[in-house]
Nanobody, 125 residues
Framework: QVQLVESGGGLVQAGGSLRLSCAAS????????MGWFRRAPGKEREFVAA????????YYADSVKGRFTISRDNAKNTVYLQMNNLKPEDMAVYYC??????????????????WGQGTQVTVSS
């Protein structure tokens, strides 16, 4: 059983920055692709970013490309999401997730099998 715990959410003004962290309990964390998703009120959960097990490749939704950066520290079993130039439309609950082994997609939430509890990001205009 993998446990994922997000932290780092909060209230920020538009144009500001936040750094989310996701700590994994699983010692084989370094074997997994990891992703970040978000869900805004009244909207479906959407893909934000993903990173390969080594951190060598990253993937982003068009809406965050150039503003958000996903990274990981396998020695600390932690994945990060650096969010810069935040916009009101970025306001959501952000979730980290572990992708199922062998999955081809990084953007489909059904390809992820373990999820954190979420952390709220609020952006004031």
């Amino acid at each position: 059983q993998v446990q994922l715990v997000e932290s780092g959410g909060g209230l920020v003004q538009a144009g500001g920055s936040l750094r989310l962290s996701c700590a994994a309990s699983e010692p084989t964390f370094s074997s997994y692709y990891m992703g970040w998703f978000r869900r805004a009120p009244g909207k479906e959960r959407e893909f934000v970013a993903a990173i390969t097990w080594s951190g060598g490749s990253t993937y982003y939704a068009d809406s965050v490309k150039g503003r958000f950066t996903i990274s990981r520290d396998n020695a600390k079993n932690t994945v990060y999401l650096q969010m810069n130039n935040l916009k009101p439309e970025d306001m959501a609950v952000y979730y980290c997730a572990k992708r199922k082994p062998g999955s081809a997609s990084v953007v489909a939430p059904e390809r992820y099998d373990y999820w954190g509890q979420g952390t709220q990001v609020t952006v004031s205009s």
